[in-house]
């Protein structure tokens, strides 16, 4: 009896069996239906399945082949997400990146912060494969490229970011920490590889292209400025440093080569110019342009040396900053009163020499100097970084001594209310005069009267000079101010250096 029970209760299955043999079929072939889908790109089907296995393990979780079905599907899940973050680590369009990221939210296998991290980390990737494909043989031209793929590819990023994630505003170094702060330190990190990137090239040598890669750079932080990653603040210590370290190694060149030519120069006879009669011809100085002093002709060490440093100065006026006025200003000092502490026999001739160093290439350098910083410019950079001062309206504002632009009234209570001044004192406005520039050190001029000095026993006396006494002016304060023995030239405003094709000859 038993037996028949069970037997029929077996055939009553079988037929159940037979009966949904096609639904349980469907199901039992899910896993490969899933890994199909997923191996063929169809992800929109393979989500679906992906939420019909999980309705079947909310409800029979308990039966093992359900057991079975549901981790072959989320093998299957898991090879999905290792695909769509690799589409991401490809040169993928903005479309596709937001059809992506929407796969990997219907997934809900990451939170929006690791979404967030895992969009950035494929996507720096990808950067850094098409960075690592640029060639490194030639600094100029790994730096160019450097260039153009971060403006071009890092922007598209920036772009997608801001696209996908749209609640996430534009980074500000005040953000606080969360979502917001991943975007910011993630390009924080990007433009901070890339100026180690410039640096490290510059450093190698660019050659003289450097306005060139001033101008990309520039371009580059501007085009960022956009959204909000303006970096151009931090690209100009770099070049400053670099312009800097190209004329000190130029003017060292100069100054090396200027000393083997004074170990075989010898003053034996007067120079063709300084003792011959026959006037020799001086060429005719283009408008706008300055003309070495010819009388150099005669000392063709001393010519050698202006050639030099006209070389520096020409490749120091395609990146010039008016930051630099002080450094190449020191620069110069030290190299010529290195090369004027000059010892001879021949008195008469070396005094010659000494005077057309003195009175022709140092006022010519100086000329120079101003072509490359103005005074106009120099004066205005001081204003812009100085605070305001203060004048009373009933006198004359004079300079206050120092560094600082603060101007101040003579009178005693200045600095509070003049009494000789119904009216407060009332602000100056920005700005120094070019005039005041000598108060504040040797800003673009040789030191002239400092050279001088080692030479002064070897340099005739002045017409009418009997003993040299310091020159003083009394200035506003009636005070003795120190004026410059050789007062600058103030070149016009289109004054140009000569060019590489007109040094001065050598003879």
Same mark, same amino acid.
């Given at each position: ?236 210590? #770099?070049? $400053?440093? !670099? ?8 003017? /060292? @060149? &100069?100054?090396?080569?200027? *000393? =083997? ?62 930051? #630099?006025? $002080?450094? !190449? ?8 009163? /290195? @090369? &004027?502490?000059?010892?001879? *026999? =021949? ?161």
């Amino acid at each position: 009896m038993r037996d028949a029970e069970a037997i029929a209760c077996s055939r009553r299955m079988n037929s159940l069996t037979l009966n949904r043999h096609t639904e349980i079929l469907e199901i039992l072939e899910i896993p490969q239906l899933m890994d199909t889908c997923v191996r063929n790109g169809y992800y929109e089907e393979a989500l679906e399945l992906t939420a019909y296995v999980r309705r079947l393990e909310r409800k029979h979780s308990s039966i093992p082949v359900i057991q079975g079905i549901v981790e072959e599907v989320r093998q299957s899940a898991q090879l999905m997400l290792n695909q769509l973050i690799q589409q991401l680590r490809t040169n993928i369009p903005l479309p596709a990146c937001l059809r992506v990221i929407g796969f990997l939210r219907r997934m809900d296998v990451l939170t929006e912060a690791e979404l967030r991290v895992k969009f950035l980390q494929a996507r720096d990737a990808w950067l850094r494969s098409v960075q690592a494909s640029i060639p490194d043989h030639d600094p100029y031209v790994h730096v160019t490229k450097t260039i153009e793929a971060c403006r071009v590819h890092l922007f598209d990023v920036v772009t997608q970011y801001r696209a996908i994630f749209s609640d996430e505003e534009p980074p500000v170094p005040a953000a606080a920490p969360g979502e917001g702060a991943i975007f910011h330190s993630w390009v924080l990190q990007k433009v901070s590889e890339f100026l180690r990137a410039l640096r490290r090239d510059l450093d190698r040598g660019v050659g003289g292209r450097l306005d060139s890669l001033l101008g990309q750079c520039m371009y580059f932080g501007l085009s960022f400025s956009r959204v909000g990653v303006d970096f151009r603040g931090q690209l100009a210590p #770099l070049f $400053q440093r !670099v312009a800097a370290d190209a004329f000190g190694k130029a003017v /060292e @060149e &100069a100054v090396e080569k200027f *000393r =083997e030519e004074m170990n075989s120069y010898t003053l034996i006879s007067a120079p063709a110019v300084l003792g011959g009669t026959a006037a020799v011809p001086v060429p005719t100085a283009q408008p706008g342009t300055l003309q070495p002093p010819m009388v150099l002709l005669d000392f063709p060490p001393l010519a050698c040396f202006l050639n030099g440093l006209l070389v520096a100065f020409n490749d120091l006026r395609l990146c010039c900053p008016i930051a #630099l006025a $002080q450094d !190449v200003t020191d620069c110069l000092d030290a190299a010529l009163g /290195e @090369e &004027a502490a000059f010892s001879g *026999r =021949e008195q008469e001739l070396f005094t010659q020499f000494c005077t057309a160093f003195l009175e022709d290439l140092l006022p010519y350098l100086n000329r120079c100097l101003q072509v490359l910083f103005p005074p106009a410019q120099i004066a205005q950079a001081l204003g812009e970084f100085s605070g305001f001062g203060f004048h009373c309206r009933g006198r004359t504002p004079v300079a206050s001594p120092g560094t600082e632009r603060a101007l101040s009234c003579s009178c005693p209570s200045a600095g509070s209310r003049c009494p000789q001044s119904p009216s407060p004192l009332s602000p100056l406005p920005q700005g120094v005069p070019p005039t005041q520039l000598q108060r504040f050190g040797r800003l673009g001029r040789i030191d002239v009267a400092a050279l001088r000095e080692p030479l002064a026993f070897l340099l005739p006396p002045a017409p009418g000079e009997e003993e040299p006494l310091p020159e003083t002016a009394p200035d506003a304060e009636g005070e003795h101010a120190a004026v410059p023995t050789e007062p600058p030239e103030s070149p016009s405003g289109d004054a140009a250096l000569p060019g590489e094709g007109d040094p001065v000859a050598t003879g």
